[in-house]
T-cell receptor
Framework: ETGVTQSPTHLIKTRGQQVTLRCSSQSGHNTVSWYQQALGQGPQFIFQYYREEENGRGNFPPRFSGLQFPNYSSELNVNALELDDSALYLC????????????????FGPGTRLTVT | AQKVTQAQTEISVVEKEDVTLDCVYETRDTTYYLFWYKQPPSGELVFLIR??????QNEISGRYSWNFQKSTSSFNFTITASQVVDSAVYFC??????????FGPGTRLSVLP
């Protein structure tokens, strides 16, 4: 069973630029969630995708957008980067909303550390 | 709205001591799910346990045990005979039907040899 993978591992961008982060879900999982974790804080929910549709969104501006593909992999796009966007971005996959209670368990990837200068 | 509080920011113990990490949650929903995750220095969040709101049975897994009490909205985590490898940041989280996980701020546990 393949776990959740994310790319790239690290990224440095300049304020105002755009960035795309990628995530491959664990095999058998059809739901992907993205989180932002600032240094010393808990992860903050950005949004969730289920079967290629956005299925819930946290308190993040529209410049944070995402996609989910037919193979359930996902992208997080951030436009007009700001210094406060510097954080660890975590992707988590789960077994889908129609798959029973155990499908609610989210399994996380190693994260992408984004630095905005 | 849901909220998770972990009042202990940092805890230090000596190896083989028992340690309890506190978690208090807030939600108006009657059906919800609680989780504990471990984040070692490598950064990847590791799933430890899920508990459903309608199942208050405590659980033990090796040196780990969890105490869920709906009456006090608490879901505490105890590590018995702690080891250096237990050093990490531990997060408690709350979710409704697998959506919109709300994480607490985390407790940094340092186990000293």
């Amino acid at each position: 069973e393949t776990g959740v993978t994310q790319s790239p591992t690290h990224l440095i961008k300049t304020r105002g630029q755009q960035v795309t982060l990628r995530c491959s879900s664990q095999s058998g999982h059809n739901t992907v969630s993205w989180y932002q974790q600032a240094l010393g804080q808990g992860p903050q929910f950005i949004f969730q995708y289920y079967r290629e549709e956005e299925n819930g969104r946290g308190n993040f501006p529209p410049r944070f957008s995402g996609l989910q593909f037919p193979n359930y992999s996902s992208e997080l796009n951030v436009n007009a980067l700001e210094l406060d966007d510097s954080a660890l971005y975590l992707c988590a996959s789960s077994g889908g909303l129609a798959g029973g209670i155990s499908s609610y368990e989210q399994y996380f990837g190693p994260g992408t550390r984004l630095t905005v200068t | 709205a849901q909220k998770v509080t972990q009042a202990q920011t940092e805890i230090s113990v000596v190896e083989k001591e028992d340690v309890t990490l506190d978690c208090v949650y807030e939600t108006r929903d009657t059906t919800y799910y609680l989780f504990w995750y471990k984040q070692p220095p490598s950064g990847e969040l590791v799933f430890l346990i899920r508990r459903n709101s309608f199942d208050e049975q405590n659980e033990i897994s090796g040196r780990y045990s969890w105490n869920f009490q709906k009456s006090t909205s608490s879901f505490n985590f105890t590590i018995t005979a702690s080891q250096v490898v237990d050093s990490a940041v531990y997060f408690c989280a709350l979710s409704l039907y697998g959506q919109n996980f709300v994480f607490g701020p985390g407790t940094r546990l340092s186990v000293l040899p």
